[in-house]
């Protein structure tokens, strides 16, 4: 039983053989495989998925170039079903951009393994759309706007399941008139598919210390707009990537602009959290980005019509956990399969699904039921997946020890000898997290960023409208601080509270009297758009992302 089961007697409860968290493309891809299989061998087998967005999609962005091998395995006749992929690559581009020019890398020089030929430029968000419609066809039972808040667990310390949030308690944490209960939803196995930093992955990690084995996560801030552009500089297909201004060659990071559809630009910005200046702002330096002469012109004429923020895991092969645990498994990104040089994890994510699905399905059949999926690990170890991660697993620390300039071009032979089947021996370490990079402030220098002028780069407010994020006001903030105290009383003159910058959705402010004096930290809690880097990059890992109330949150069109 949970710690809290008798405080809440009140609680009903549904029988599931498998609950899954999370309606990404690992969690979708999992219920898939299971009923598939429950149909193929006439096995009757129910499945639920939660989704704590508003609907399948309204959480998910990613930028997205999607290699299609797994969905080639999970729905081989996805074309003729009319899966949201359109847009084939058709041209690569590699820049390096300088503050007032670029070079552009030549295509025969790059390794073989980031040629997006056979791949698409998709939105991911409607590809889950669609990956929930097929999934519903074949039986699973999704709820969207349920956030799975908490871990249910048996008397033997295995998980049972998970419960959902109560809606309707006020800021107070008293029940207002609108109070209903959350439902707890029992499976014999529990996946969790809650994407980068999930609340419940992070306990469970903890409880089962299933990163004892492992090198620490690495992550990164991905930042993303979506444009719709004048149609004389759209160039269907055309995937561009690129490295340096404005971050430099010390911090790590890049960006991308993806055309597909009809006029539609996707341009996203990546920064490295193990920065080491407390006074960069992503948000501020992906706007920046936007000005440079070699980017802008793609979006004058232009409108942006969306933003979003998401964590991205970077840590690779070295920093996969262990993926089952008693009544349960880690699928996709709540254990990190991103292959960060690619900058792809999709398909990775939809492999994993499928084969936790593949073991707990013959565990189910078997009897069997709460127990540890060992299978599922033995699978991963000889699958595509880790072979896809270990090619690469070198590249992020090369980088994150040499900088750009000799991080990548290391990083680029060593895919190339991966390539020719005589990589590196052996696998470099991460080392320290990335909330412990951070330098003091008074080792570095303020950046002082341009204004916005509002048609090309724009402020975190306006960026954060056109998000579409909501949450009810009245209820408490889901945004938890270990001692309220810290910010102002250590970050603040150590760091010069770097979570005013980090954040890119104006969530955390440090708010003085007119002289400078008394100053407070603000949580403006409804600004979130789920990002989860306040959790990641705290030097003093003192906030906690938890789930809010149900729906609450961004809703992404076409992201």
């Known amino acids: 039983m949970s710690d809290n089961q008798e405080q809440t007697p009140e609680r009903e409860s549904m029988e599931y053989d498998v609950v899954i968290v999370g309606g990404g493309p690992a969690g979708l891809s999992a219920a898939i495989r299971l009923r598939q299989l429950a149909m193929e061998n ?48 058709t041209q690569d581009h590699f820049l390096v951009l300088g503050p007032a020019g670029h070079v552009r890398l030549p295509n025969f020089a790059m390794p073989p393994l980031l040629n997006n030929h056979g791949n698409y430029i998709v939105s991911l968000g409607n590809v889950c759309r669609w990956l929930a419609e097929r999934a519903e066809e074949l039986g699973v039972e999704i709820y969207p706007g349920f956030a799975a808040s908490e871990i249910v667990y048996n008397d033997d310390g295995s998980v049972k399941g998970v419960a ?84 430099g060659f010390k911090t790590g990071g890049g960006s991308f602009l993806y055309h597909f559809d009809e006029n539609l630009v996707s341009v996203g910005f990546v920064v490295h959290l193990n920065y080491s200046n407390p006074y960069l702002s992503p948000f501020d330096e992906f706007q920046r980005f936007k000005t440079h002469p070699s980017i802008c012109e793609t979006f004058e004429g232009g409108k942006r019509i969306a933003y979003g923020a998401r964590a991205i895991t970077e840590g690779g092969f070295q920093s996969v956990p262990k993926l089952s645990f008693p009544g349960g498994a880690l699928i996709g990104c709540s254990a990190g399969f991103v292959n960060v040089p690619r900058i792809k994890g999709s398909h990775n994510a939809m492999a994993t699904g499928m084969m936790a699905a593949e073991a707990a399905f013959e565990a189910i059949r078997a009897g069997r039921y709460n127990d540890e999926l060992s299978t599922y690990q033995d699978a991963y170890e000889v699958s595509d997946v880790a072979k896809d991660l270990k090619r690469v697993r070198n590249v992020k620390p090369l980088w994150s020890k040499l900088g750009t300039v000799g991080g990548v071009a290391l990083g680029g032979i060593d895919m190339w000898m991966n390539n020719l089947g005589i990589g590196l021996p052996f696998t470099l370490k991460h080392g320290k997290p990335d909330h ?96 989860k880097t306040c959790d990641i990059k705290d030097p003093a890992q003192n906030i906690t992302w938890t789930v809010p109330e149900g729906a609450g949150g961004p809703n992404y069109p076409n992201m």
């Open 42 to 89: 006439d096995f009757e087998l129910t499945v639920t998925v939660l989704e704590k967005g508003s609907e399948v999609g309204a959480h998910i962005l990613s930028g997205a170039v999607i290699d299609p091998v797994a969905l080639n395995r999970l729905i081989p006749d996805w074309k003729a079903q009319g899966a949201p992929l359109d847009t084939p690559v």
């Open 164 to 247: 959902t949030g109560d809606m309707g308690i006020g800021r107070d944490g008293n029940p207002k008139d609108s109070h209903t209960p959350g439902i707890e939803l029992h499976g014999k196995y529990t996946f969790i598919a809650e994407g980068v930093r999930g609340s419940l992955a992070k306990q469970l990690i903890a409880r089962f210390n299933l990163d004892e084995d492992c090198e620490p996560q690495k992550f990164g801030i991905g930042l993303k707009e979506l444009w719709e552009i004048d149609p004389a500089k759209h160039r269907k297909g055309l995937v561009q990537h690129s490295f340096g201004w404005p971050l």
């Open 436 to 531: 412990a990079c951070l330098k003091p402030a008074s080792q570095c220098k303020p950046i002082d960023y341009p204004k916005p002028d509002g048609k090309v780069s724009f402020d975190k407010l306006s960026s954060v409208f056109v998000s579409a994020t909501n949450h009810e006001e009245d209820q408490p903030i889901h945004l938890q601080l270990t001692d309220p105290d810290a910010p102002i009383r250590d970050n603040l003159p150590q760091y010069a509270e770097p979570a005013q910058r980090y954040c890119p959705a104006g969530v955390y402010e440090v708010v003085t009297e007119d002289d400078g004096s008394n100053p407070t930290f603000q949580i403006n809690a409804q600004n979130c758009v789920h990002c």
